[in-house]
């Protein structure tokens, strides 16, 4: 099969596959162990064209897939060691507050197609979201404004505005007691 593979695609494709994968591993492996959130976002937008709004701060560790098609509004702080699968297109409002080791999925396979083939959609998280600590989103969700999501969820629908969720699946546990916040989320942990 993978000898058909490259003869379908032939010895350019594969070139160009390399280097397409050279070129997200620098940003995986090199520029999120960066411990300046300056020059990591400068990279970020100039080099691998993510659209990253202003003192929005993302912390060591952010391993990405597709960077290019990958949102990011203002006031938001993006936690360390998280995974950001842009292969699908993934939009995240204003003073979004994504706690570390987030793993936002835009991309699976079909489990019951025998070529495996993959399916996706994109994902969105609307401003004032706040994802705690390992929380998983799968393709095609929308995590609605004002949702918080409590540690090591899986959001597998999409939320309700201003509502608190959590399990896995995740559940709705009950709406919040707000409608708006007055603070913005983009504190930052210097050499992080």
């Known amino acids: 099969m993978e000898t058909n593979r490259l003869k379908k695609s032939g010895l350019k494709g594969e070139i160009i596959k390399y280097f397409h994968f050279f070129y997200l ?51 938001c702080s993006i936690g360390h060691d998280s995974l950001l699968d842009g292969r699908r297109g993934i939009r995240i409002g204003n003073n979004v507050d994504l706690a570390g080791y987030i793993k936002i999925m835009t991309l699976g396979h079909d489990l019951d197609d025998p070529d495996y083939k993959t399916v996706g959609a994109s994902v969105i998280i609307e401003d004032n979201a706040s994802l705690f600590l390992g929380v998983s989103v799968l393709p095609g969700r929308r995590v609605a404004e004002g949702t918080a999501v409590a540690l090591d969820s899986v959001i597998t629908k999409d939320t309700e505005p201003w509502s608190i969720y959590g399990g896995n699946p995740a559940k709705k546990i009950r709406n919040r007691n707000i409608d708006h916040l007055s603070y913005n989320r983009n504190y930052k942990r210097y050499f992080h």
């Open 25 to 75: 591993s620098f940003a995986n492996h090199l520029v999120s162990k960066i411990p300046s959130y300056f020059i990591r976002k400068i990279i970020y937008r100039y080099f691998y064209r993510m659209k990253i709004g202003k003192n929005t701060n993302i912390q060591m560790g952010l391993r990405v897939y597709s960077p290019w098609n990958i949102v990011i509004g203002s006031n």
